[in-house]
């Protein structure tokens, strides 16, 4: 896992595997996924040869969205999250970028603790999804 704007965790399980577990996982923590791209698919219908396993998660926590929203209408810049999980050579790499580096962006400390709260989660729910 790294520490910087993005947390990138390694996963033992294959890219389609690995979804499914941080979908259940992402429930868990009230998180729903309002959508996924499979890009080389997406890609591959435009014309476009990209064949890395490769997928987009857009996942969302509604109370802590109305929670931020109802405080500071710029928020909605970055929501909602966004998980992204891929083939990383031969492993799988699942990460997002970090609530707490993006909320500091808008400059509101008032937004700091449920950025952290909504960062908390999404590390529990994938270090949930990735145990062997």
């Not at 294959?14 to 979908?23: I, K, M, S």
Request: hydrophobic share 40%.
């Amino acid at each position: 896992m790294s520490e910087s704007w993005a947390r990138v965790y390694d996963s033992p399980y294959a890219v389609d595997e690995t979804v499914h577990r941080v979908t259940e996982a992402l429930k868990e923590q009230q998180f729903g996924v309002l959508w996924q791209m499979d890009v080389p698919e997406t890609l591959r219908a435009k014309g476009m040869p990209f064949s890395t396993p490769y997928r987009i998660l857009e996942v969302c926590n509604p109370k802590a969205a109305n929670e931020v929203l109802s405080q500071n209408l710029q928020v909605g810049y970055f929501l909602p999250c966004k998980v992204v999980v891929y083939q990383d050579g031969d492993g799988t790499k699942v990460a997002f970028p970090r609530p707490t580096a993006l909320i500091g962006w808008i400059q509101d400390p008032a937004l700091d603790p449920v950025a952290a709260r909504v960062e908390d989660a999404l590390d529990r729910a994938i270090a949930k999804a990735i145990e062997s």
